[in-house]
């Protein structure tokens, strides 16, 4: 049998950042204000939850998270298609 690797870090950075904190960095920006993380050091995926705090990131905040990016992206489309057709339009003096 085949172990998973990528779900367990290894013993050193776990020890590392038990020892010192985690070292996260942005991996992903769903929104402006939601973004996924990662811990530079064991891997570690968080996510930014509803109330604004981080929780770790699980299937379904995966899910989550990729449905509100296509509704965002959706959203600023539609907005920049809206602002570039109102300035097709000559200016009146």
Do not use: D, M, R, W
């Given at each position: 049998m085949k172990k998973n690797t990528a779900s367990k870090p290894s013993?050193?950075?776990?020890?590392?950042?038990?020892?010192?904190?985690?070292?996260?960095?942005?991996?992903?920006?769903?929104?402006?204000?939601?973004?996924?993380?990662?811990?530079?050091?064991?891997?570690?995926?968080?996510?930014?939850?509803?109330?604004?705090s981080l929780t770790e990131l699980t299937p379904k905040f995966k899910e989550?998270?990729?449905i509100l990016g296509r509704i965002h992206n959706a959203r600023i489309a539609r907005l920049k298609d809206k602002i570039n057709a109102s300035s097709n339009y000559p200016k009146v003096v």
């Open positions: 013993f050193i950075p776990t020890i590392f950042c038990n020892l010192f904190g985690h070292k996260f960095q942005v991996t992903k920006k769903v929104t402006y204000h939601v973004k996924e993380y990662t811990c530079s050091h064991c891997k570690k995926e968080l996510t930014t939850n509803s109330n604004g989550i998270n990729a």
